[in-house]
């Protein structure tokens, strides 16, 4: 194989692979390493297509456990087959790995299989599993090593009994009762495939609401939905210890009066975040600066302090999103090209894929009253669309959240059956700068759950909503 590249990406996970195509799209002669033997990095093997797996079959169940009778359509002797459940998921992740392989292929990338790390600004290691070591002279290179799952001191992972989200995702039995320690992302959606399947679910969560860092109405209402799905929530529980008892868990928490609570399960799943992963790099080596939270420092054009070098994805500031990633690979791509490509972080959708789904774009209405913005906020209820009664999905509502003169859309906020594909409208708005009268203006298709936009809009503009 040629050893000489113009451009070198170290990590093959949404930002790195993403970021190849686009090299190679743009002519660059590319070459991508990869430590594990499949390519997809954290998203397509321990992430975002597991996890949405695994969500898929526990709804299905939970749907003819619960909701197909009133459909008038009866089960009998219904039971989950874990295992099954797992090989399936499995199987998912390995023709979507297998699938970015054959893009590398077909875009003529060649994978280089190993740890890399940097010998100088223009030399990259890999050392390969036999040890071989194979050194690539390039003119640029991309960091996207990504994130691994993050933890504080008493809490520390045994793998076992205390797991992260990648062990979680390999669990074949079904919790009796799972403790989780953070209402976030992680917490609710593996949360959930767990309630789903008939386990009992402690979420243990150091702030005053679930999805804290969203518009508060959502971590509200998505509190009463996964209350009837099996979930209790102690919220301002400061978790300081974990015990693995053998057959069990044992998880201390301070609760907001500074008493020490416990809680016992069958397993403790840890999800208090990801931390920036550049371990083994010898980034010391080349003098790339990190920040105090251990990313990787990035400019404008998210090169790092030294020239040529660049970094994308979870190893930088922004969410920890695989299409923040990805748009970020496509961006330096094109950067390197002499472009000009443009990335809004504003309008970065963020989903939970709760059922209903949680979603999300722009400011939410604590960040504009914090700034002190003027707004007006519209909303609407899925109860009162046709749509949600035919499918019995009446849980959740649409927020729109307008500049109070100029009625410009500044954020919309959702909990809704398939949210996380309605959200893209509100993108595509935001995107173009609309108002809620805009969006209020558009033809909708009748029956639909988009109509809960319109409707949220027509609320917001002129608290003219129609079916409420
Ligand atoms: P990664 O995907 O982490 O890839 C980095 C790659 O670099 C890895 O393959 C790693 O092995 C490799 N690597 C690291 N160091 C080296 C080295 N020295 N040499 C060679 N290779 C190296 N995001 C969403 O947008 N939607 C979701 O639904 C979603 N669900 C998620 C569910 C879970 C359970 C988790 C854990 C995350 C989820 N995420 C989701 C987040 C998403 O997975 C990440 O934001 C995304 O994967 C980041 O992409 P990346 O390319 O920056 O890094
Ligand atoms: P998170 O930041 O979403 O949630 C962590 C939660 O843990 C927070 O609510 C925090 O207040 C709480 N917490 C922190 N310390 C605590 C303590 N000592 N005791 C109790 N609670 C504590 O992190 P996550 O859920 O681990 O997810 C990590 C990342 O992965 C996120 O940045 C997310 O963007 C990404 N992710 C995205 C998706 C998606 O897009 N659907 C799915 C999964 C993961």
């Known amino acids: 194989m040629q050893t000489k590249y113009d451009v070198v990406i170290i990590g093959s996970g949404p930002g790195g692979y993403v970021c190849a195509i686009r090299c190679a799209q743009l002519g660059f002669k590319t070459a991508i390493i990869e430590k594990y033997t499949t390519l997809g990095g954290t998203c397509l093997n321990v992430g975002c297509i597991p996890s949405k797996a695994l969500l898929d079959s526990s709804e299905h169940y939970h749907n003819a456990a619960h909701n197909f009778e009133k459909h008038g359509i009866n089960l009998s002797s219904l039971k989950v087959d874990m295992k099954k459940m797992i090989e399936r998921k499995n199987s998912v992740v390995s023709q979507t790995c297998d699938g970015v392989k054959f893009l590398m292929d077909k875009n003529k990338i060649d994978v280089y299989t190993g740890v890399g790390s940097f010998v100088d600004k223009t030399h990259i290691k890999v050392i390969g599993a036999d040890k071989k070591e194979t050194v690539l ?188 990633a990805e748009d970020e690979g496509v961006f330096v791509a094109e950067v390197l090209a002499g472009q000009k490509p443009h990335l809004d972080y504003n309008l970065i959708p963020g989903v939970v894929y709760t059922w209903p789904e949680v979603a999300a774009v722009g400011k939410t209405e604590e960040e504009l009253t914090a700034a002190g913005v003027p707004f007006k906020v519209g909303s609407f209820p899925m109860k009162a669309l046709g749509r949600a009664r035919a499918s019995m999905d009446l849980m959740g509502l649409v927020k729109i959240i307008a500049h109070a003169e100029t009625d410009e859309v500044l954020g919309v906020h959702m909990i809704a059956a398939r949210a996380a594909d309605m959200i893209m409208e509100a993108v595509t708005a935001m995107e173009f700068r609309a108002s809620a009268e805009d969006m209020a203006r558009i033809v909708h298709p009748h029956p639909t759950f988009t109509e809960a936009i319109k409707e949220a809009a027509m609320d917001a503009t002129g608290k003219r909503a129609m079916h409420i």
């Not at 993050?150 to 076992?160: A, H, I, R, V």
């Not at 150091?206 to 959502?218: C, E, G, N, Q, V």
């Not at 809680?263 to 790339?288: H, M, N, S």
Request: aromatic share 4%.
């Open 137 to 324: 002279e390039t003119k640029n290179t991309i960091i996207a090593t990504g994130s691994k799952p993050n933890f504080f001191p008493g809490m520390e992972p045994d793998g076992k009994r205390i797991i992260t989200s990648t062990e979680m995702l390999n669990l074949d039995e079904v919790c009796k009762n799972l403790i989780v320690i953070g209402g976030g992302v992680i917490g609710l959606e593996l949360g959930s495939v767990h309630a789903r399947l008939g386990a009992k679910v402690d979420v243990v969560e150091f702030a005053d609401s679930i999805i804290p860092t969203m518009d508060r109405t959502l971590g509200k209402e998505l509190t009463k939905v996964l209350k009837k799905e099996g979930f209790n929530f102690h919220l301002q529980h400061r978790v300081q210890g974990v015990k693995n008892t053998g057959k069990g868990v044992e998880v201390t928490a301070l609760n907001a009066k500074g008493e020490a609570v416990v809680f016992k399960g069958d397993y403790c799943l840890v999800a208090v975040g990801r931390k920036p992963y550049t371990d083994g790099l010898g980034l010391d080596k080349i003098g790339i600066t990190l920040d105090k939270r251990g990313m990787i420092e990035v400019d404008a054009h998210l090169q790092t302090s030294v020239a040529g070098i660049y970094a994308i994805g979870d190893v930088v500031r922004g969410p920890m999103l695989a299409h923040k």
